[in-house]
C-alpha cells in the first residue's frame, strides 16, 4: 500500500487570521534598519531602571531564590501593591484575594478579556487607544465596538456617545486614562458621568492605569475609587512606565474577588506566575521607587512643555496632554494621511512617529510622537519636524 505524502499547510485559527500585525512594531523594524534615526516611536522611557530595583533583582539571584512564586505572586509584593493603591488613589484591595501579579500590563488585559467575555459579547473601547485592546477582544470571542473621541474635545469621552454605542450584546468598557496615545485624561466629574451609564446598563469597567502616575495637572482618578465603582471593575497596571521597566514584563491587576478568582485560573494555566527575580525587582519599586519616580516625572513634564509648544510653533495642532509621554498632534492640514506622513518623513528626515490610523480610526489625521526621549533628540526632531513641513508647503 503506498502512502500519498500532501505538503502541510499551516492550520491557524480564523481569529488569529482576522488580526493585523502591530502598525507600531513595524514603524520602529523600519527605523531600525537606518542610520541616524530619532525615534519618537515606542512609548519606552529612556531612563534605565533605577540602581536599587536592579540590584533587589541581582541579590534574590544571589540569594538562590528562583523559584515559582504564588500564582498570585509574592504575598509581600501584593501587600505593596494594596498599600500603594490605597494610599495614592483611595481604592482598597485584599492582598491575599483581590491582587495578582502579570507578565506586564498586557497580560492583565489579556486575562480580564478572557474572564469576562463569552462569544459574541461586545466591548467599548474608547478610541483612540493602545494597539492591543481590539485584537485581544477578538482573541477572547468578543465583537470590539469603537467609541470615538475628538481633539475638539480634548480626547474625553462623551457619555451620549457610549449611550449610542449600547446594545443587548455589550457587556465591558475598556478606559485607559491618562491615554496612549493621545495623553488625554479624565478628571472625577467627567469620569463620574462614565460611571452613571456602566451602572444604569450593568456593565463591566476594565481600567487601564498604566499611566497613572504620569500625571502633570493634577492628581489622577483612578475608576475603581468613585462611588459603585469598585466592584464592578477590574484595574490593570504595572511598573513599566513609571518606573522604567520595561523589559522587566511585570504588572498587575485588581479587581473584586469573584473576577480575581476567575482571572487567577487562566493565569494558572498560562503563566504559572510571573518572573521571581522580576517581582522582587517590583517590590524594591514599590517600597523605596518613589524619589526616582517622581524625578522622572518632572524630566516629563519638561519636555511635554517644550515638545508641544514647538510643534505648535512649527505650524502642528497639538493639544497638550495631560499625562503619559505622548503628542498626538493633527496633520490633517498637510493633505496626507497619517501613514503618509510618518512614511514620508522617516524616508526624508529620519524622525520616527507612529501613523494615528493604528490606534483605531478616530486617530487618523493624527500622528504620535514619544517625548520619553532626550532633549537634545527633542529639539533636534523638531528641527527636522520643521524641515519636512517646510519641503510639503513648497
Known sequence: MSIIKTEHQPRLSAAVNR?????????????????????????????STPWN?????????????TSYTANAGLLELRAAISKYL?????????????????????????????????????????????????????????????VPTSIDKNFEIDENDLKERLTSKTK????????????????????????????????VVLSDE???????????????????????????????????????RIGYLTAPKPYAEAMLKIHQYAMMCAST??????????????????EMIISYRQRRNYFVKS??????????????????????ETGLSSEEFAEQLLLDQKVAVVPGHVFGAGGEGHIRCSYAASMEQLEEAIDRIGAFLKKLNG
Request: with cysteine.
Open 53 to 65: 530595583i536592579r540590584e533587589a533583582s541581582i541579590h534574590s539571584l544571589e540569594r538562590g531564590v
Open 86 to 146: 490605597l494610599e495614592s488613589f483611595g481604592v482598597d484591595y485584599h492582598p491575599e484575594s483581590e491582587v495578582i501579579v502579570t507578565v506586564g500590563a498586557s497580560e492583565g488585559i489579556d486575562l480580564a478579556l478572557r474572564a469576562i467575555v463569552d462569544p459574541g459579547d461586545e466591548v467599548l473601547i474608547v478610541e483612540p487607544c493602545f494597539v492591543s485592546y481590539a485584537p485581544l477582544v477578538s482573541l477572547a470571542g468578543g465583537v470590539p465596538v469603537p
Open 210 to 248: 498604566i499611566y497613572a502616575e504620569l500625571t502633570y495637572d493634577g492628581d489622577h482618578t483612578s475608576f475603581p475609587s468613585i462611588e459603585g465603582m469598585k466592584e464592578r471593575t477590574i484595574l490593570i497596571s504595572g511598573f513599566s512606565k513609571s518606573y522604567a521597566m520595561t523589559g522587566w
Open 172 to 203: 465591558a468598557l475598556m478606559l485607559s486614562f491618562p491615554n496612549n496615545p493621545t495623553g488625554a485624561v479624565m478628571g472625577k466629574e467627567g469620569l463620574t458621568k462614565v460611571a452613571e451609564v456602566v451602572k444604569d446598563h450593568n456593565l
Open 311 to 332: 510643534l505648535k510653533e512649527i505650524g502642528l495642532t497639538c493639544h497638550s496632554p495631560g499625562g503619559a509621554f505622548y503628542a498626538f498632534p493633527s496633520i490633517a
Open 19 to 47: 488580526i493585523q500585525p502591530s502598525g507600531i512594531r513595524r514603524f520602529f523594524d523600519l527605523a531600525s534598519s537606518m542610520d541616524n534615526i530619532i525615534s519618537l516611536g515606542v512609548g519606552e522611557p529612556d531612563f
Open 277 to 294: 527575580m522580576a517581582q522582587y525587582a517590583a517590590l524594591e519599586a514599590m517600597t523605596n521607587g518613589r524619589e526616582e519616580m517622581e
